[in-house]
């Protein structure tokens, strides 16, 4: 049952109307605004100029970041964000690195606009801190952001902001990650907008508060001032191009901005069909001990010129797997920036003006207080995100020219990991507190003609890196054994997905035992599906290994290769668990590759051949999953035709179907729908054999095969055993033509996830258009 503590809703932030806004505001808040006769008469190389410019400050602000603070978090993993908004908050200019971000800063400033403006007041020299994601500004509380109102002849020009994700500000769990929390208050605490500057200087009284919080009150604090650093140099600089344009010519190209931004973006969507589209995905584990699997799904309909993304029927909030209406808002700005906006200056705010939200609150990816939110960005907004893209992609599909920014899933979430204990090698010994960042280097989803990038990043942070190995060990008493791509965990399919890695460390320095926290998804449930019939990538995980004398071995001068290699006994993590590692013992971490586009039996034997020599996949997968035989190395090209047949009468023997004569399409004449059908007058078809689906004018489903199985039948690329994770029945659910058994979809669902991939609606070609998968 949801519980809503009286008064919460005080610090609950939705989008408001910018009147509403501007009515509020009290008169001692004079805020600076044009026409927009002003707006319409910029000259175009102006507007370029101080486009431009304006473009610069939001990197210098970033980079300002990067070389005042101290945490890898930032400065290696670039989890972190900076925006310059307008008078009433909107978001003219946002930066390249985490995305999710830019859905959640504008709401921080209208709920400051709304609640502060009045009391304690909003003005010039002040800077806000604030940590709690029902307001806004970040996803959970470890996002922090300093945001600062700007002020030109005194009135309310802009506001600037900073933003990144701190290592740890208190709560039971390390990293502020509490697996087994039931509510926010066992995890880091929530703050609402409180001012750290005032008349430029810093607040000594609210930075001790603050800091006092984490265990690591060094880095946080000196995180702050790269935050409060940061946002001067936006400042300044902002002030320099007002000084050199004038006001108003700065904020009509402001306005202009977002408008251009808006205008590009209601073009593309009215050259898209119109229609529904819908999908649904799932979380496996919600705390520690829980056996369950949570659903989110979304139907995103397109109108005209305008988006809605209507996410009813998604699960109620649970466990630590929630995150608020902000993190919501982030998962869609994480698809819609790259997949749809890629071509679109990213001013944030005008292309939110294109879209609607439809969510029930108190469910997982509309929490309400008091829910447990501290896996937010990295669980129920990614997923969120990886929805959205899906429906994305199905729709741009049907478009021949923007379906090459059709893209399979990428690595499905953040495999966390926080290792924290008692650094021994000075002469004092020191806690130390690392947030494992190697999953930075996840894989991204295949597109129709390429394969994804091989530890390519994240999704959502397009600037993201991995750390350095050295550095990783010169800050923190830590031995990296491996750290390595690994093969098959890419999805298969016509293009390959992204390849992920894995890491093995163990303690070097300490001679305590260290804390270890666990915090992933997609060990049971994909989070990364492929698209037109490719696989899923690989499932995580993650394990120790116990009863282990890594000293030893490697005194003996041996340098394991494989978990095997290290003896002991390897205890596989759950999705979240605390544990601890200790002297001698090894973590193991395999995190999500990218899922596949097409069917794996239509890859050229030549690309699968590349890929045994580069190791992004095993010869026994090529075998079984590509049907592609080699000899002393070679293609066998005869062999390789024979094995595709044989495993297409292994999907044969092992689908069921029904029935159904709809004959055959012309595949030369009949007119795409999307990567694996044709339609030809009122027949759906094939389109790689011809063979008759569907009979638009009397059916409402394809004539489609389906096989539900295990979930290695997906591939070598699922390593995890469902059972150990969840309770649920989990599958390899493949449905394929049943005239040439070529798959369709391919994906690992839970047995009773209702897959609708086969209704024909969904083609467009006749009532509403719907989508899942």
């Known amino acids: 049952m949801t519980m809503q503590i009286p008064g919460s809703e005080h610090f609950s932030s939705r989008p408001t109307n910018i009147d509403e806004i501007t009515a509020g505001l009290p008169d001692s808040l004079e805020v600076h605004t044009v026409s927009q006769e002003q707006i319409d008469d910029l000259d175009p190389l102006t507007y370029e100029v101080v486009r431009h410019r304006l473009w610069s400050v939001t990197e210098e602000m970033g980079e300002a970041l990067k070389r005042m603070s101290g945490s890898p978090i930032v400065t290696d993993a670039n989890d972190f964000d900076f925006a310059i908004c307008d008078e009433l908050g909107q978001e003219v200019q946002v930066g390249l690195y985490n995305t999710m971000l830019a859905g959640a800063v504008d709401l921080a400033i209208y709920w400051t606009l709304r609640n502060r403006s009045h009391n304690p007041g909003i003005r010039e020299g002040d800077m806000f801190l604030c940590n709690d994601p029902w307001v806004g500004g970040g996803l959970h509380q470890n996002d922090v952001i300093v945001f600062q109102p700007v002020f030109h002849d005194g009135k309310l020009f802009a506001w600037t902001s900073a933003i990144c994700h701190e290592p740890d500000l208190g709560g039971v769990g390390l990293g502020s990650f509490s697996p087994a929390a039931q509510d926010v208050f066992s995890e880091a605490l929530p703050t609402p907008p409180i001012k750290v500057v005032k008349d430029f200087d810093l607040q000594d009284d609210v930075v001790d508060v603050w800091i006092r919080r984490s265990r690591v009150p060094m880095l946080v604090n000196l995180d702050l001032r790269a935050k409060v650093g940061s946002n001067t140099v936006g400042r300044k600089r902002l002030e320099e191009v007002i000084a050199q344009y004038g006001a108003d010519t700065v904020k009509a190209v402001m306005k ?26 799932y979380q496996d584990q919600s705390h520690e001990g829980d056996r369950g699997v949570h659903k989110i799904t979304v139907a995103m309909t397109k109108q005209d010129d305008h988006l809605t993304f209507d996410f009813t029927g998604t699960d109620p ?10 993190g919501m808002r982030g998962g869609v700005m994480l698809a819609l920036l790259p997949i749809l906006a890629n071509d679109i200056p990213w001013s944030a705010g005008g292309l939110m003006r294109c879209f609607d939200l439809v969510s029930e609150e108190g469910t997982i990816n509309n929490a309400t207080y008091p829910a447990a939110v501290s896996r937010g960005p990295i669980g129920p907004a990614w997923l969120t995100g990886t929805l959205v893209a899906q429906c994305l992609s199905q729709m741009l599909d049907r478009s021949a020219d923007l379906g090459k920014s059709v893209q399979a899933a990428c690595c499905g979430t953040w495999d966390t990991a926080v290792v924290a204990g008692l650094d021994e090698r000075g002469e004092v010994p020191t806690p130390f507190l690392n947030v494992m960042m190697e999953p930075m280097a996840g894989g991204f989803g295949a597109r129709p003609e390429v394969d994804g990038m091989d530890t390519g990043g994240l999704f959502c942070i397009p600037m993201g890196r991995i750390p350095d190995v050295e550095m990783t060990e010169f800050l923190y008493p830590l031995l990296t054994l491996w750290r390595r791509e690994e093969p098959d965990s890419g999805g298969p399919g016509r293009q390959r997905g992204g390849v992920s890695a894995s890491l093995a460390v163990t303690l070097h320095g300490s001679s305590q035992p260290a804390g270890l926290v666990l915090a992933s998804a997609g060990k049971a449930v994909s989070q990364n599906n492929g698209l037109a019939g490719g696989y899923p990538g690989n499932t995580g995980l993650d394990a120790v290994v116990r009863q282990a004398d890594i000293g030893q071995i490697l005194a003996d001068g041996r340098i394991p290769q494989s978990l095997e290699e290290f003896g002991g006994e390897v205890e596989i993590g759950n999705c979240y668990a605390q544990s601890y590692l200790a002297p001698g013992e090894i973590l193991y971490m395999n995190w999500q590759g990218g899922g596949g586009y097409g069917d794996p039996l239509l890859r050229d034997p030549h690309a699968v051949l590349h890929d045994i020599v580069e190791d992004k996949v095993s010869p026994t997968a090529a075998a079984t999953v590509y049907g592609v035989v080699l000899t002393d190395g070679v293609i066998d090209q ?7 047949a044989e495993l297409r009468d292994e999907r044969r023997k092992r689908s069921r179907t029904e029935p159904r004569d709809r004959g055959t399409v012309d595949t030369s004449r009949a007119r795409r729908v999307d990567d694996n059908l044709v339609i030809d007058g009122d027949t759906v078809g094939c389109a790689h054999c011809g063979h008759g689906l569907a009979d638009v004018t009397r059916d409402v489903s394809l004539g489609l095969a389906i096989y539900d199985g295990p979930s290695t039948d997906a591939g070598p690329q699922v390593t995890s055993d469902p059972a150990h994770y969840v309770d649920d029945a989990i599958v390899f659910r493949q449905l394929c033509c049943p005239g040439c058994w070529t798959a369709i979809t391919s994906s690992i669902v839970p047995a009773d996830h209702i897959d609708s991939t086969g209704d024909v609606s969904r083609l467009g070609v006749r009532g509403s258009l719907v989508a899942t998968q």
């Open 638 to 644: 005869a062999a390789t035709m024979t094995r595709r």
């Open 256 to 281: 202009r901005m977002m408008a251009d931004a808006e205008g590009r973006m209601r073009s593309k969507l009215s050259d898209l069909p119109d229609g529904t589209w819908e999908a649904t995905g």
């Open 317 to 326: 909030q649970a466990g630590m797997i929630n995150c608020t209406y902000a």
